[in-house]
C-alpha cells in the first residue's frame, strides 16, 4: 500500500477552465424544459460557477484530509492498482465498511460520512459504532487504475474483494452501496471472501431466473421498464459504444458535465429535481471532476459494455434460484423514479436474508448526497442489528 495524495497539475486545471470558457454556447438551441435533455440555462449556471466560484483545490484538501493508498491487486493475471481512502475508527475493535459509489457518482460521494461513520463520538453520538471506513474509487474511476478491456461489476467485485482479503487483510466485513456499487456488492456477497454483510440503497445484483408474479410485483416492472424507456439511453450507448461517446467527452469538459447532470436530475426528487437541487454546484462540480480532471470517463463508462458481456456469459451464470445468503440490509429511497426498490417480495428471491428493510421518508438515487443523515442512522441500526 503505498501513501497517496491527489494533487491535479496546474496546467490540467487551467486548460479544464479554458474548455469551459471556450464552449460555443451560439450552436446550442434554446430549451425551457428538461424532456429533450439538460437545459440551456441549467447548463450556463454549472459553467458560471465552475469559472467563478468553484475551488477544486478546496476539494483536494479535503480529501487529502482522509488516509489514501494507491494499492496494486491482481486477480487471475490481471493487476490493477486501485486507490482507496482508509479512515480507520475509534475504538478497540471498529468493524470494517466499505463504502461503494457507481455511476456517475464517486468518492465524492461520501465525504461527509466518513468521519461520523469512523468517529462517532466526534459528532454527537458516542453511543453509535464505530468503522474502519473503506472508500474506493472503483476500477478505471477516478484515480484507479483503468483495465485493459471492459469489465463489468462481477470483475470488478472480484478485484476489491481481494483488496480487502490481501492488502488490507480484513474479512466479515460490511459492505455498503449503491448503483453500481450495489450490484458489485451483490457479487462480492455471492462469490466474495471478506463480506460478512450488505447494507443497500438500490436494487441492483438479481438471481437469474426471477420474474414478477404478483400484482405489485407487475405493476413495479411496468412502471420501472416504462421510465427506462425514458431516461435510458445513456445506458444503451454506454453499453455499446462508450468508446466513441469517450472522444466527445474527453474533448468537452461541459459536454460531459451535461451527460452526468442528466443523471442527477433525473434520478433525484421523483425525476423532478431542478439542480442544484440538494447537491449543490460545489459537490456536483467536484463529483464531474472526477470523470474530467483524472480523464475517467471512457473507461468508466465501459463499465456499462463489461456488464452486458458478463450477462451474455451464460456458462458462468449462477444457476437459478441461486440467491445471496449474507445478511442484507435494505435502504429503500423514494426519490428514483428510474431504480426504485421492487416489492420486498421480489426482492427476497435475490436475498434470502433481509434483515433490516426501511421505506425512506425522502431521498433519491444519490442517498449519500441528498438524504446523507437517513443513510448514516440507517447503516449504525443495520450494525447493530448484526451484534
Same mark, same amino acid.
Given at each position: ?66 488516509? *489514501? ?95 480487502? !482479503? ?30 460478512? #454483510? ?39 450507448? *454506454? ?22 447532470? *442528466? ?10 429535481? #431542478? ?22 470517463? !471512457? ?5 456499462? *459494455? ?24 435494505? #435502504? ?56
Amino acid at each position: 500500500m503505498t501513501p497517496f495524495s491527489i494533487h491535479v497539475p496546474e496546467a490540467r486545471l487551467a486548460d479544464i477552465r479554458a474548455r469551459v470558457a471556450a464552449f460555443p454556447w451560439d450552436g446550442v438551441p434554446p430549451a425551457e424544459d428538461w424532456s429533450g435533455g439538460v437545459p440551456v440555462e441549467t447548463l450556463k449556471a454549472a459553467a458560471d460557477h465552475w469559472l467563478h466560484r468553484f475551488d477544486w483545490r478546496a476539494v483536494e484538501a479535503r480529501l487529502n484530509g482522509i488516509p *489514501q493508498y494507491t494499492v496494486p491487486v491482481s486477480v487471475e493475471g490481471e493487476t490493477l492498482s486501485l486507490h482507496v481512502m482508509v479512515e480507520p475508527g475509534s475504538g478497540p475493535a471498529p468493524r470494517p465498511l466499505v463504502l461503494l459509489h457507481g455511476w456517475p457518482g464517486s468518492i465524492v460521494e461520501f465525504l461527509d460520512l466518513v468521519g461520523p461513520l469512523a468517529h462517532p463520538e466526534r459528532h454527537g453520538a458516542p453511543d453509535a459504532p464505530a468503522f474502519t471506513v473503506i472508500v474506493p474509487s472503483l476500477p478505471g474511476y477516478g484515480f484507479s487504475g483503468r483495465p485493459a478491456r471492459p469489465i463489468g461489476p462481477r470483475r470488478m467485485a472480484a478485484l476489491l474483494d481481494g483488496l480487502l !482479503t490481501g492488502p488490507l487483510g480484513l474479512s466479515d466485513v460490511l459492505v455498503q452501496g449503491g448503483d453500481w456499487g450495489s450490484v458489485i456488492a451483490g457479487w462480492m456477497g455471492l462469490e466474495g471472501r471478506a463480506v460478512g #454483510a450488505l447494507h443497500l440503497n438500490m436494487y441492483g445484483w438479481r438471481a437469474a431466473g426471477i420474474a414478477p408474479q404478483t400484482e405489485e410485483e407487475t405493476a413495479w416492472a411496468a412502471r420501472t421498464g416504462g421510465m427506462f424507456e425514458r431516461e435510458g439511453a445513456y445506458f444503451r450507448i *454506454q453499453a455499446t459504444k462508450p468508446q466513441t461517446l469517450g472522444y466527445a467527452m474527453a474533448d468537452s469538459p461541459l459536454g460531459t458535465a451535461a451527460w452526468i447532470l *442528466q443523471a442527477f436530475h433525473a434520478w433525484t426528487e421523483g425525476g423532478a429535481c #431542478a439542480l442544484p437541487g440538494p447537491f449543490g454546484w460545489d459537490r456536483l462540480l467536484a463529483n464531474i471532476m472526477f470523470y474530467v480532471a483524472t480523464g475517467s470517463f !471512457t473507461s468508466a463508462a465501459r463499465t456499462y *459494455q463489461g456488464f452486458m458481456a458478463e450477462l451474455m456469459d451464460t456458462a458462468r451464470t449462477p444457476p437459478p434460484g441461486t440467491r445471496i445468503t449474507r445478511p442484507v440490509g435494505v #435502504a429503500a429511497f423514494p426519490g428514483d423514479p428510474v431504480y426504485p426498490w421492487p416489492p420486498r417480495s421480489l426482492a427476497e428471491k435475490s436475498y434470502a436474508t433481509i434483515l433490516q428493510w426501511t421505506d425512506m421518508p425522502r431521498g433519491g438515487h444519490f442517498a449519500a448526497l441528498e438524504a446523507g443523515d437517513l443513510l448514516l442512522a440507517d447503516i449504525r441500526a443495520f450494525a447493530r442489528r448484526l451484534g
